[in-house]
C-alpha cells in the first residue's frame, strides 16, 4: 500500500512561484515512478509532469514546459513539482500519483495510486 500526501499549494499572484511536495509512504519508493496532475473546476485531470524511478524526467506538459520541473529525493521519499511562473490558468487542484510500472505515462489511468491534491490558486 502507498499512501501519498501533497503539499504546498496555496494562493499567489501570477508570476510567482511555488513548490509542491509529495511525500509517500512507502518502503521501496525508488521502484515506483511518479506523476503530477492537475484539475480545474469542470475541466477532467490533464498529466503535468513523470519522473522516472531513477530521477529522469519522462515527460512535461507542453502547456508548462519551461516553466515547471519535476524532480524526486529518494532517500525522503519526495516528489516535487517547483512552479515558475504560474499563470492564472495554471490554478488546479494539483495532485501526485505513483505507480511501479505505468504504461502510459501521461494518462491518470496508468497510476495505481494517488494522493489527495493540494489546491493551487493564481490571481491576475
Known amino acids: 500500500q502507498v499512501q501519498l500526501v501533497e503539499s504546498g499549494g496555496g494562493l499567489l499572484q501570477a508570476g510567482g512561484s511555488l513548490r509542491l511536495s509529495c511525500a509517500a509512504s512507502?518502503?521501496?519508493?525508488?521502484?515506483?515512478?511518479m506523476g503530477w496532475f492537475r484539475q480545474a473546476p469542470g475541466k477532467e485531470r490533464e498529466f503535468v509532469a513523470a519522473?522516472?524511478?531513477?530521477?529522469?524526467?519522462?515527460s512535461i506538459a507542453n502547456s508548462v514546459k519551461g516553466r515547471f520541473t519535476i524532480s524526486r529525493d529518494n532517500p525522503k521519499n519526495t516528489v516535487y513539482l517547483q512552479m515558475n511562473s504560474l499563470k492564472p490558468e495554471d490554478t488546479a487542484v494539483y495532485y501526485c500519483?505513483?505507480?511501479?510500472?505505468?504504461?502510459?505515462?501521461?494518462?491518470?489511468?496508468?497510476?495505481?495510486?494517488w494522493g489527495q491534491g493540494t489546491q493551487v490558486t493564481v490571481s491576475s
Open positions: 500519483a505513483a505507480d511501479p510500472r505505468p504504461g502510459a505515462w501521461g494518462s491518470s489511468t496508468a497510476y495505481g495510486y
Open positions: 512507502v518502503r521501496t519508493f525508488s521502484s515506483y515512478a
Open positions: 519522473i522516472r524511478w531513477s530521477g529522469g524526467i519522462i
